[in-house]
């Protein structure tokens, strides 16, 4: 299984404001996801960017991935306090299959009213 | 929209038991994980399922563990003489081919 590692481990912003967050990992991949976990929840996919792709959209996601430098952020447009969550990336080298993915600790995100 | 279900939400048990989590996937999907975290921890990955069998399993999923799709629908994982380390969230998810995971919202397990 692949791994990923998030960073900030916090982050704490105004509603409105954009939030980053960052993901390293450490071997090939075929995708990279993104996945927002609420207090006492199960994870919820957010978004899937392949290994081919270099930026991704979703509504108030943008996703980037260079795979020269094994890193991937997720930016949170127009914050607000519902976005309040932990955010997780996993990186996939299949697609498809079994493909066990690995969970980094996450990024806390806060936003503040 | 179909959702994976765990039950029950909360299990406590005593040290040295047997607990049995179920998970009922989503109806058409092909593949089936375990997933546990420890309080303020990662997500771990445990073992993921397929075919009926085991497709992959990670080195925290040793003999104490087992897990079984006794029917068309339910998904178990059994966890043998639990140890107070055993106490996490344990998620289940299912997948179709080539898709995201989906989760349940996870059985609290309390070894005491």
């Known amino acids: 299984s692949q791994q990923g590692e998030e960073d900030p481990q916090a982050l704490s912003i105004q509603e409105g404001e954009n939030a980053t967050m960052n993901c390293s990992y450490k071997?090939?991949?075929?995708?990279l996801q993104w996945y927002r976990q609420n207090s006492g929840r199960g994870l919820v996919h957010l978004i899937l960017i392949r290994s081919n792709e270099r930026e991704k959209h979703s509504g108030r996601l943008r996703v980037t991935l260079d795979t020269s430098k094994k890193s991937s952020s997720l930016l949170i447009t127009a914050s607000r306090a519902a976005d309040t969550a932990s955010y997780f990336c996993?990186?996939?080298?299949?697609?498809?299959?079994?493909?066990?993915?690995?969970f980094g600790k996450g990024t806390h995100l806060i936003i503040q009213p | 929209e179909p959702e994976v279900t765990q039950t029950p939400s909360h299990q406590v048990t005593q040290m040295g038991q047997e607990v049995i989590l179920r998970c009922v996937p989503i109806s058409n999907h092909l593949y089936f994980y375990w997933y546990r975290q420890i309080l303020g921890q990662k997500v771990e990955f445990l073992v993921s399922?397929?075919?009926?069998?085991?497709?992959?399993k990670s080195e925290i999923f040793d003999d104490q563990f087992s897990v079984e799709r006794p029917d068309g629908s339910n998904f178990t994982l059994k966890i043998r003489s639990t140890k107070l380390e055993d106490s996490a969230m344990y998620f289940c998810?299912?997948?179709?081919?080539?898709?995201?995971?989906?989760f349940g919202n996870g059985t609290r397990l309390t070894v005491t």
């Open positions: 996993a990186s996939g080298y299949s697609g498809g299959g079994a493909d066990g993915l690995t």
């Open positions: 071997t090939s991949i075929n995708n």
């Open positions: 998810a299912s997948k179709e081919d080539y898709s995201p995971l989906h």
């Open positions: 399922f397929y075919n009926n069998e085991i497709s992959e």
